[in-house]
């Protein structure tokens, strides 16, 4: 969906980012280019500098990189203007993250895909089943992720479901990612780095609670013997 050629073939080879398969099957049934098209999204909004994290988009070699390891196609040479048209989309994928309903969601996608001349295009290109690609013949890098991108928010929102796009709830990460699970549960960009990082947070602060309250009532029981060692003096 994001390219005329090569990335169909890449998502088939790369795994996804935005959840890996849950052992329970997959809850929330969406098209494979969908799923494809929003790795990219949450991809792009964590490129975005935070208090520990420098700029990913910060000059137009670090574009080429993320439209390399993307596989966007038929950008062609990155300007500048790109880079520009990036991060301005980048800042609108974010502001749909941070929408608090799919209303609020619904006005910023529909103007994402308008500026970006969205034109739907059934292709079998390259020997592929028929899919569609939703940016238009020629579009620039910015204009391309704003139409398939933004296409594939409002999927999300159609499909009832605009609160599964989240932000990790670990206290120093913000990362953003699309909540996959059947119940919409998961909290953390990553259980195996955030959500184990403070389970493992937590475990320590109970087991410290317990010590605490352990030693608590040593000294207790050591106070009455010695009381009753002074009783019997
Ligand atoms: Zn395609
Ligand atoms: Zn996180």
Redesign the pocket.
């Known amino acids: 969906m994001l390219c005329a050629t090569r990335y169909c073939r890449a998502a088939a080879a790369t795994a996804p980012v935005v959840a890996g398969p849950s052992p329970e099957g997959d809850p929330v049934q969406i098209p494979h280019d969908t799923r494809r098209a929003l790795d990219v999204v949450v991809a792009l909004v964590n490129t975005a500098a935070e208090a520990d994290q420098p700029d990913g988009l910060s000059d137009i070699g670090a574009l080429r990189g993320f439209v390399q390891e993307y596989s966007i196609s038929d950008v062609g040479d990155l300007s500048a203007r790109d880079l520009a048209g990036v991060r301005t989309v980048r800042g609108k994928f974010a502001q749909v993250f941070a929408s608090p309903n799919p209303r609020a969601a619904s006005i910023l996608i529909n103007e994402l895909v308008a500026t970006a001349g969205t034109t739907p295009q059934l292709t079998d290109h390259d020997g592929y089943d028929w899919h569609v690609h939703y940016f238009a013949p020629g579009a620039s890098v910015g204009d391309h992720l704003a139409a398939d991108g933004g296409m594939a928010l409002a999927f999300i929102v159609v499909s009832g479901e605009q609160e599964r796009l989240r932000r990790?709830e670990?206290p120093d990460?913000?990362?953003a990612f699309v909540d996959l699970s059947r119940n919409r549960s998961r909290r953390?960009?990553?259980s195996r780095?955030?959500g184990n990082r403070l389970h493992v947070a937590a475990y320590r602060a109970r087991r410290k609670e317990a010590d605490a309250e352990a030693s608590e009532h040593e000294e207790v029981v050591h106070r009455s013997e010695q009381q009753q060692d002074a009783d019997h003096g």
Request: glycine letters at 0%; proline letters at 0%.
């Open positions: 990790c670990a990460c913000r990362r953390y960009c990553d780095t955030c």
